[in-house]
């Protein structure tokens, strides 16, 4: 079974940093899609970055773009999302998601959060 941890959330003021990060397990990580997804309060879910660990490529919506950094572990099968100068739009339950069967060329397009299949219980990020 796949199976999708997330970790690291909490509460930061306006301009703080935060890392949130995703065990991944159950799944071959060199030939999945994973994504960083964000639903903020009364917000609809966001895909907010991507990355394809078989090349470490990523990418991360122009919103998060200069401001978050997304990485994988791939020896450890763990994805990664640091977050700098954090906002308050940016506060909202941040879930790892992993497509099967994607292509690098779409992992690093324009996705939505129907594409991802699988995705974790998500952690908590406040800015206030």
């Known amino acids: 079974d796949v199976q999708l941890v997330e970790s690291g959330g909490g509460s930061v003021e306006p301009g703080g940093h935060l890392k949130v990060s995703c065990v991944v397990s159950?799944?071959?990580?060199?030939?999945?899609?994973m994504g960083w997804l964000r639903q903020g309060p009364g917000k609809e879910r966001e895909v907010v970055a991507s990355?394809?660990?078989?090349?470490?490529?990523?990418r991360v919506v122009d919103a998060a773009k200069g401001r978050f950094a997304v990485s994988v572990d791939r020896a450890r099968n763990r994805l990664f999302l640091e977050m700098n100068f954090l906002k308050a739009d940016d506060t909202g339950t941040y879930h790892c998601?992993?497509?099967?069967?994607?292509?690098?060329?779409?992992?690093?397009?324009?996705?939505?959060?129907?594409?991802?299949?699988?995705w974790g219980l998500g952690t908590q990020v406040t800015v206030s």
């Open positions: 990355a394809y660990p078989g090349t470490t490529r990523s």
């Open positions: 159950g799944i071959e990580f060199s030939r999945v899609c």
């Open positions: 998601a992993a497509a099967r069967g994607m292509s690098e060329f779409s992992c690093l397009g324009w996705l939505q959060p129907r594409d991802f299949p699988n």
